[in-house]
C-alpha cells in the first residue's frame, strides 16, 4: 500500500527516507537465490511514482545515496552480482514523479496521474533523460521496463525523444513499449 491509499501528505512520506537502512541487503543473496530457483533476469524499481531513486543521481538527493542513512545505492551492487553471476539485470523506471516540483498532484485526492506546472515540462524531461543516463552508465541494465506514461502532458514526441536518447545511449537496450502511451504502443 502506498502513501496514497493510506493518504500521507509528499512532505510527510518523502521524511520516511531517513528511516530506510537496509543494512541486511545481501545482494550476493538475491542474486544466488534467483539462479537456484531458475530464474534468468532480475527486475527491480529504480525510481517509482514517489520519485525516490534506489540509485545514486546526481540530479537529485531523493535518493539511497544522499536521502538514506544507507549511503549506498541498491542497485549498482545488484547489478554487478547479476552480471558476476550470469543473471541478466533489468530496470523499472517511472516516468510520473511526484517528488519532482515540475509535477503536481492530480487533485486533492489523487496523485496519479500528475499534471505538469505550466512551462517546465522540458526541465523535467531533461531531469529524467539525466537520472536515465546515469543509470545506464552505473548500472548498465539489459531492459528498462517504463511505467508511468499515462499523464496526459507526456506526448508521443515525448516518448519518441525519449527512445532515441537511451537507443544513442545503448543500441541494444530492450526498452518496453510503455515508454510510449499505452494507448498509442509503437515501435520505434
Known amino acids: 500500500m502506498d502513501h496514497e491509499q493510506r493518504h500521507i501528505p509528499v512532505a510527510e512520506y518523502e521524511q520516511l527516507a531517513k528511516q530506510f537502512n537496509p543494512v541486511q541487503y545481501d545482494p550476493v543473496e ?8 531458475g530464474i534468468k533476469y ?20 531523493y535518493d539511497m545515496v544522499d536521502a538514506t ?3 549506498k545505492s541498491l542497485l549498482k551492487p545488484l547489478a554487478d552480482e547479476c552480471r558476476k553471476q550470469g543473471l541478466k539485470f533489468c530496470v523499472y523506471h517511472s516516468i510520473m514523479d511526484w517528488h519532482h516540483p515540475a509535477q503536481t ?16 515540462k522540458a526541465e523535467y524531461l531533461d531531469y529524467m533523460k539525466q ?3 546515469e543509470l545506464l552508465e552505473t548500472c548498465d541494465p539489459e531492459v528498462l521496463w517504463f511505467d508511468g506514461e499515462w499523464c496526459d ?7 519518441r525523444d ?12 530492450i526498452i518496453n513499449n510503455r515508454v510510449a502511451r499505452a494507448a498509442k504502443a509503437w515501435r520505434g
Open 30 to 37: 538475491w542474486v544466488r537465490t534467483a539462479k537456484e530457483a
Open 42 to 61: 532480475i527486475v527491480i524499481t529504480s525510481k517509482h511514482h514517489d520519485g525516490f531513486c534506489l540509485f545514486d543521481s546526481k540530479a537529485t538527493n
Open 69 to 71: 542513512p544507507y549511503g
Open 105 to 120: 498532484r492530480a487533485n486533492d485526492k489523487s496523485y496519479n496521474p500528475t499534471k505538469i506546472v505550466p512551462g517546465r
Open 131 to 133: 537520472q536515465l543516463k
Open 153 to 159: 502532458w507526456y506526448t508521443e514526441e515525448d516518448a
Open 162 to 173: 525519449v527512445y532515441a536518447f537511451l537507443r544513442k545511449l545503448k543500441p541494444q537496450l
